[in-house]
């Protein structure tokens, strides 16, 4: 079965730093993969998403960008983080015609 | 513009009742639907899927989809406290890879 691992689960970063969040993938080839963030008390946005290797849509203009490297790595990086940048993020791959996710990675930018 | 909408609620229901959580969504040319539930802090979980029109079951949930009217809901027969959660009506379009989901409903068994 398909697992989706993800870290760190927790960071705490300043303003300005910047971040890498990276997401695995086993039992799977070939997934599209995805990259969602939760702010407190809001919905799910969909940041970024991958048909495959090198291939990368960006849903929304933000100072974050997103990499695949290999079939099933997902990585998520910002050269320099701003305060809005806190929330939870979460890596989701698909298996069949659903999607599942990660445990999430809590980051808080202070 | 592909929009999901639901009512953020909370949703308070006696434990032992049905609830009742609706979701519409903005464009037509939509292929499939799910219910996700989120608890606190934790990573949404999928509780089911649907296709078609009509209801489809699994235990104490049903889902309902209504592709006319662009709605589509899910019932929670015999509420239990742990079914306190947010949930989350996701849909993915026809010939797209993207998969997105409403805001949430947060659910209140009250015991």
């Keep these: 079965s398909q697992t989706i691992h993800q870290w760190p689960a927790t960071l705490v970063q300043p303003v300005g730093s910047p971040l890498s969040l990276e997401c695995t993938v086993e039992g799977t080839s070939n997934p599209n993969l995805y990259w969602y963030r939760q702010a407190a008390g809001r919905g799910l946005q969909l940041l970024f998403y991958s048909v495959g290797i090198g291939q990368i849509s960006s849903e929304v203009p933000q100072n974050l960008s997103a990499s695949r490297p290999q079939d099933r790595q997902f990585i998520l990086s910002s050269k320099k983080l701003l305060l809005s940048d806190s929330g939870f993020y979460l890596c989701a791959g698909d298996r069949g015609n659903t999607i599942y996710f990660g445990e999430g990675s809590w980051l808080t930018v202070v | 513009?592909?929009?999901?909408?639901?009512?953020?609620?909370?949703?308070?229901?006696?434990?032992?009742?049905?609830?009742?959580?609706?979701?519409?969504?903005?464009?037509?040319?939509?292929?499939?639907?799910?219910?996700?539930?989120?608890?606190?802090?934790?990573?949404?979980?999928?509780?089911?899927?649907?296709?078609?029109?009509?209801?489809?079951?699994?235990?104490?949930?049903?889902?309902?989809?209504?592709?006319?009217?662009?709605?589509?809901?899910?019932?929670?027969?015999?509420?239990?406290?742990?079914?306190?959660?947010?949930?989350?009506?996701?849909?993915?379009?026809?010939?797209?890879?993207?998969?997105?989901?409403?805001?949430?409903?947060?659910l209140h068994i009250l015991p």
């Design chain 2, 1 to 106: 513009q592909k929009e999901v909408e639901q009512n953020s609620g909370p949703l308070s229901v006696p434990e032992g009742a049905i609830a009742s959580l609706n979701c519409t969504y903005s464009d037509r040319g939509s292929q499939s639907f799910f219910w996700y539930r989120q608890y606190s802090g934790k990573s949404p979980e999928l509780i089911m899927f649907i296709y078609s029109n009509g209801d489809k079951e699994d235990g104490r949930f049903t889902a309902q989809l209504n592709k006319a009217s662009q709605y589509v809901s899910l019932l929670i027969r015999d509420s239990q406290p742990s079914d306190s959660a947010t949930y989350l009506c996701a849909v993915n379009w026809e010939r797209d890879d993207k998969i997105i989901f409403g805001k949430g409903t947060r």
